[in-house]
């Protein structure tokens, strides 16, 4: 494991499957830039998909419907979540 960066990512780096799909996600998705995207989840996200996704461009916020989730992911990715009215 790398102390250069979170434990999360060094996990990713080992999957050739969640690299495979994030991978298929951005073809996916094409440009990003200027575009406002959000990503839900549901306890299934530890916030790698989140950096790798964000890195693509775009103004990303996401949600996670498993609360414990949540604060792994603010601290991995620092990024904005979205909050259920």
Request: overall charge positive.
């Amino acid at each position: 494991m790398s102390l250069a960066q979170p434990w999360q990512l060094d996990m990713f780096d080992k999957s050739l499957k969640k690299k495979m799909k994030v991978a298929l996600i951005k073809r996916h998705l094409g440009e990003l830039e200027g575009t406002r995207c959000v990503m839900i989840t549901c306890g299934d996200n530890n916030g790698a998909m989140n950096y790798h996704l964000r890195s693509g461009g775009g103004e990303w916020t996401w949600a996670d419907f498993e609360e414990n989730s949540i604060p792994q992911m603010v601290t991995q990715t620092c990024g904005r979540r979205a909050t259920p009215s």
